[in-house]
């Protein structure tokens, strides 16, 4: 492989990824609102939606490991670091490569953010079940005739410590 043909399929994978994170930072946003305004309606299209664009970023990255598999390169920071200096010496797709770094970050602050507002959410789900679950079995008492009984009459002849 040359270094230009190279190059320019490098350049191409930057813009479709930072396209992509362009995207993806929008729909988190979206699905940020969404999960604080509770529109679990709405909410399932904009998890399907994210779901697409992950993927359209997946296949970009598979492409550019490609890349680094066609040059005997190691398929992580390293290896992709070799291939922009070998097929960009001027280091015009560094900076472009950089934002998309910056900008992948930043889709996994907000998805961590998204995340936490889920388990939160559903902390305080399981929170109010186990309360409505638990009084009602605190309640419920068996009658001499084996039947429920509310009301918990009784008297404590020991207790032990």
Sequence with gaps: MDPAPCREQMSRLIAEESTGLAQLTGLLEHE???LTSGDIASLQAAINERQRCVGRIARVDEERQALCRALNLPLNAKGLERLL???DPQGSLS????ECAAAAAHCRMLNDRNSALVSTQ???VRT???TLLQSS???LTYRRNGAYGEDAVGRVLATEA
């Design 32 to 34: 940020h609102s969404l």
């Design 85 to 87: 200096r070998w097929c």
């Design 95 to 98: 900076d472009r490569w950089a």
């Design 122 to 124: 559903l902390h305080h």
């Design 128 to 130: 109010r079940l186990e």
């Design 137 to 139: 079995r605190d309640t």
